[in-house]
Nanobody
Framework: EVQLVESGGGLVQPGGSLRLSCAAS????????MSWVRQAPGKGLEWVSG????????GYAASMRGRFTISRDNAKSTLHLQMNSLQPEDTAVYYC??????????????WGKGTLVTVSS
């Protein structure tokens, strides 16, 4: 059974940092592209970042580029998202998702339950 469990969310002040983690199990983690997706209160899903399994290519949404860094530890089947210079508009539930192909294809078939990030003073 595929399982994705996010952690690391919480309350942070504007300008602060958080590091999210996603523990994966039930599949060969290194073989799959993984993505982070977020959903702000009252809004739709927004893709944040992706990391391919095979060629290790990464990508970011424009508003996150330069502030967020995605990484993965294949030995520990863990995906991370380092978030710096957080702003109130980054407040959202952040989901880890397993992609159906390269991250740029946009397809995702397994999701975690999410971790809430709140950016507020």
């Amino acid at each position: 059974e595929v399982q994705l469990v996010e952690s690391g969310g919480g309350l942070v002040q504007p300008g602060g940092s958080l590091r999210l983690s996603c523990a994966a199990s039930g599949f060969t983690f290194s073989s799959y592209a993984m993505s982070w997706v977020r959903q702000a209160p009252g809004k739709g899903l927004e893709w944040v970042s992706g990391f391919n399994g095979g060629d290790s290519t990464t990508g970011y949404a424009a508003s996150m580029r330069g502030r967020f860094t995605i990484s993965r530890d294949n030995a520990k089947s863990t995906l991370h998202l380092q978030m710096n210079s957080l702003q109130p508009e980054d407040t959202a539930v952040y989901y880890c998702a397993r992609a159906t192909g390269p991250w740029w294809n946009g397809g995702m078939n397994y999701w975690g339950k999410g971790t809430l990030v709140t950016v507020s003073s």
